[in-house]
């Protein structure tokens, strides 16, 4: 399958990302080789995004096919995501 059919089977695409679901991914990007885990409300103080607008945003996130791997972690004070580049 070549990448093309993979990203539309996949769902979302760097395209059809909303402008927050495009910062929040470019968060991730820049800080996923230094940190592995993130909390909602820290990503959210970052972007100037409360927590429910980065877990909402992070839906699209973990479907689509992009360069990190986001996985929903924990529900502590704020929900922890697992994000492996």
């Known amino acids: 399958m070549s990448a093309t059919a993979r990203q539309q089977a996949s769902g979302a695409t760097q395209s059809t990302l909303t ?3 495009r910062a929040i991914l470019e968060y991730l990007r820049e800080h ?3 940190r592995t885990y993130f909390k909602s409300r820290l990503i959210g103080e970052e972007l100037g995004m409360s927590a429910k607008e980065v877990g909402t945003n992070m839906a699209p996130l ?3 096919d992009f360069d990190v ?3 929903k972690w924990g529900y502590s004070s704020s929900t922890t995501w697992m ?3």
């Open 32 to 34: 996923a080789d230094s």
């Open 83 to 85: 994000v492996t580049a």
């Open 69 to 71: 791997d986001i996985e």
């Open 19 to 21: 402008d927050k679901q």
């Open 62 to 64: 973990q479907e689509g």
